[in-house]
């Protein structure tokens, strides 16, 4: 294990374990404030089962930082993710960890 994936690993639980639930929450707020294109990708979202799947993704994440080979499951994310399915833009992604960052500080 690197050293930087041992600093997010803990940085990450700090952040979310004395509320799971809330820090998800938070963290779409904060996503969907961002940006109004954003905003309207989400519009017909159910955000607590969305919070519930990117709770499962971020194992993924981890899981990712630590090895750098994308398993099944990121594979997966990234084409669900991709143009044929969400066409979520490049653009997107700084967003959503700017969203992040913020969330965890």
Same mark, same amino acid.
Do not use: C, G, H, P
């Given at each position: 294990m690197t050293i930087y994936h041992h600093i997010l690993k803990n940085s990450y639980q700090r952040a979310v374990i004395p509320d799971y639930a809330g820090f998800f929450n938070r963290f779409y707020q904060i996503l969907l404030a961002?940006?109004?294109?954003?905003?309207?990708?989400?519009? !017909?979202?159910?955000? &607590?089962?969305? +919070?519930?799947? =990117?709770?499962?993704?971020m194992t993924h994440i981890l899981s990712f930082a630590h090895t750098l080979e994308a398993d099944e499951n990121m594979e997966k994310l990234a084409l669900l993710h991709g143009r044929d399915r969400? !066409?979520?833009?490049? &653009?997107?992604? +700084?967003?959503? =960890?700017?969203?992040?960052?913020?969330?965890?500080?």
């Open positions: 961002a940006d109004d294109e954003v905003a309207v990708l989400f519009a !017909n979202t159910d955000v &607590e089962r969305q +919070s519930k799947m =990117l709770m499962q993704s969400l !066409n979520i833009s490049k &653009e997107f992604y +700084s967003i959503w =960890l700017d969203s992040l960052i913020k969330t965890v500080s």
